[in-house]
Every structure is written in structure tokens, then in C-alpha cells.
């Protein structure tokens, strides 16, 4: 397990290196907020498309070549942003970028591979303190090398960084890391059934209970998907904050979310249920998308943003455990495919909405917005019946 969390880990952190300059980098090239969040989103829509193609080859082909593959390719698209001149070059290292980091399917399937039904969980709770940890460090070492004054930003030092990061990664995974798939499972795959992008959707489409649980992880990721791609617009434009101060702001929601999700989660689940956890993450998310409407310093910032990753390090886990136990044993990968592509659209709609929100109503109009889909995403959990109940 060891040698797949210290690659992921690396490889977010090359990630998170850029996460408080990519949107001051867009911006250089002239254009506003409302095309600034589309770029942004391009990354996303990127993913969605590429990870079905990546599993396929990482099923037929083994995990260990798609994510030597994907990690050279992202440390070339850092390099490509790095001498972006123009605003068609920063969409290609978008577009090329998010196809190559359409890999993490691999690297769960990886983890999926080495460990036993007693042992997955913790596996994958590894493999999400990997990802916890990169978004914990990545930010605040790009913010500190990128600087604090938004208009004289170092972006290239930032960007060969997460390149030769990114680069280290690949190498480890090539030298380090032993291919998870062996013959007799590729003989399994060819084998076994194939279920369409269709079946997925008819699957989440068809069952009342499993249709309120993926609207409501729907528009939670979506008002979250926001707040990441506006954040460092809003805190410019109301705190006139720089990349170092944005990113030392989202490390400490990176730390906030590796708290809950590390330490907490476990003995909350077992006292209040998943279903008290996600009607708790998501009141915490619409009081934390409020409080950031209304934020004027650091404080009620840090308080608001605290109370945003607290709840959403309490909703995801939550809610991808109400809708597994939504599925049958032999449809649970249908079923979490479902869920996974519509917050994969969450990831796509949020951005491109935000920038017009904040560029025609202003700064705080996208927090006010992701409050307000809180109160819909509430109703659905509370609609939702409980195990066991007859839904009308």
C-alpha cells in the first residue's frame, strides 16, 4: 500500500502546487470571470470523458503503464502553462491536462487490486489521506513560490515545480511500483459483462430513493465546485489577497478536511448514521457558503471556509455510502458509476456558472447561489426514506 499512497501523494502535490495561481494566470490573458471559471471547468469535463477510456486500458493493459503514461503527460501540461502565452495555449494544458488526470480511477483499482474485502477500506482511506495530504501542502508551497501580489505573480517557477514533482512521481511508478494486474484478472475482464454509460443512467434514473441521493450529491458538488473555482477571484477582489495568502487559506482547509476525514468520520458514522452525517454536512455547507457572502477578514473567512471543509469531509464519505447500499453486489460498480457521473457534471457545471454569476451580480453572488442549492440538497436527504422503508 505504501509505495501507491507516496505516489499519489507526490502527484497532488504537483496538483496543488497551481490551485491559487491558475486562476490569476487565466487572467493575465485578458479575460474576465466568466471565462476564467470555463477554462477552469474545461480540466473536469476533460476527466469525465478520458476516465472511462483509462479504465478500460488499465484493465486490459495494467494500472502501472496508465499511470506512468498520465503522470509524464500532466507533468508536460504544467510545463505547457508554464510558457502559455495566450489563452488557446492555457485551454489546451487544460483540456490535455484533465484527460491525463483521469487517472485516479487507476490508481483506486490499484489500491482495489492489492487489498483483500477485511482490508479495502482501509486502503482507500490511505489513498484519500494521500489526496488530502497533496491539497495540504501543494497550495501553500505554490502560493509562497508564486508570491502575494496577484499582478506580479511568479507563475513559471510554480508551474516547473509541479512539473519536476510530477516527474518524480512517474519515476517512482516506474521503478517502484509492480504491476497490480495479473493475467488471470485480465482474462476476468474480457469475460465479464459490460454495462453502457445508458444502463448507468437508467440505473440512477429508474429508483426513486437512489434519484434523491444523486440530486443532492449533484448540487452540493456543485455549489462546491464553485466555491473552488471563485475563491481566489472573491478573495482578491473582497481581501485583496495574493496567490501566497490564498493558498495558505486553503491548506488550512486541506488540514480541516484531513481532520474530519482522518480521525473523525469513523466514530461520527457509528453515532449518528450516514444519514444524520450528510442532513449535518450539508446545513454546515449552507451556514459556511452564507458566512463567506458576508466575510470582511481573515477570521470570519477562516470560520466559514473551516465550516465548509468540516462539512464537506463529512458529506462525500456519507453520501457514497447511502448510495452503495442503494445497489445490489452485482451492480454496485453501475451504480457508484452513476453517482460518479453526475458530480463529475457537478464538476462542470459549477465553474462555468460561477463566473457569470460573479461576473454579472458580484463577488459574493456565487457563495449566496451555493447557499441557496444547499436548501434543495437538504430536502432530498430528508425525503429520502430510511433502509427498510416502502418509498411511495
Not at 69 to 91: P, Q, R, V
Not at 141 to 164: E, H, K, M
Amino acid at each position: 500500500m505504501i509505495p501507491i499512497f507516496l505516489i499519489t501523494f507526490v502527484s497532488l502535490v504537483g496538483f496543488g502546487l497551481l490551485i491559487p495561481l491558475l486562476p490569476f494566470i487565466i487572467e493575465r490573458t485578458g479575460v474576465g470571470a466568466e471565462v476564467i471559471t470555463i477554462v477552469l471547468g474545461l480540466y473536469s469535463l476533460a476527466q469525465l470523458l478520458a476516465a472511462p477510456l483509462w479504465g478500460w486500458v488499465s484493465d486490459r493493459w495494467g494500472r502501472k503503464p496508465v499511470l506512468v503514461i498520465t503522470s509524464w503527460g500532466l507533468a508536460a501540461s504544467y510545463m505547457i502553462i508554464a510558457y502559455s502565452d495566450s489563452l488557446e495555449m492555457l485551454i489546451f494544458s487544460r483540456v490535455f491536462g484533465g484527460i491525463m488526470a483521469a487517472n485516479i480511477g487507476a490508481a483506486q483499482a490499484y489500491m482495489a487490486d492489492i487489498t483483500t474485502p477485511a482490508t479495502r477500506a482501509k486502503g482507500m482511506g490511505l489513498l484519500g489521506a494521500a489526496f488530502g495530504l497533496g491539497f495540504i501542502f501543494g497550495p501553500a508551497i505554490g502560493g509562497v513560490l508564486g508570491g502575494n501580489d496577484a499582478a506580479t505573480a511568479d507563475f513559471f517557477l510554480p508551474s516547473v515545480v509541479s512539473a519536476a514533482i510530477t516527474v518524480v512521481a512517474a519515476l517512482a511508478t516506474q521503478f517502484f511500483l509492480k504491476e497490480s494486474v495479473t493475467p488471470e484478472m485480465r482474462a476476468n475482464h474480457a469475460a465479464a459483462p459490460k454495462v453502457k454509460f445508458l444502463d448507468k443512467v437508467r440505473i440512477g434514473l429508474g429508483r426513486r430513493t437512489l434519484l434523491l441521493l444523486m440530486g443532492c450529491g449533484f448540487l452540493a458538488v456543485t455549489a462546491w465546485a464553485q466555491f473552488e473555482t471563485i475563491f481566489a477571484l472573491w478573495a482578491d477582489a473582497k481581501l485583496n489577497y495574493g496567490p501566497r495568502d490564498i493558498g495558505l487559506v486553503l491548506t488550512f482547509l486541506g488540514v480541516v478536511g484531513a481532520i474530519v476525514q482522518g480521525g473523525a468520520i469513523g466514530r461520527l458514522t457509528k453515532k449518528f448514521g450516514e444519514r444524520g452525517l450528510c442532513i449535518a454536512a450539508v446545513i454546515m455547507m449552507g451556514i459556511g457558503f452564507a458566512g463567506l457572502s458576508f466575510a470582511f477578514d481573515l477570521t470570519t473567512t477562516l470560520l466559514a471556509c473551516g465550516l465548509l471543509s468540516a462539512g464537506s469531509g463529512l458529506f462525500n464519505p456519507s453520501i457514497s455510502s447511502l448510495v452503495s447500499q442503494e445497489a445490489a453486489e452485482t451492480e454496485r460498480g453501475a451504480v457508484m458509476g452513476a453517482y460518479q457521473s453526475a458530480t463529475s457534471l457537478s464538476r462542470i457545471v459549477g465553474p462555468a456558472f460561477s463566473g457569470v454569476v460573479f461576473a454579472s451580480l458580484g463577488a459574493v453572488a456565487p457563495f449566496m447561489v451555493a447557499a441557496g442549492l444547499m436548501i434543495p440538497a437538504l430536502l432530498m436527504i430528508l425525503v429520502r426514506p430510511h433502509p427498510g422503508q416502502t418509498p411511495a
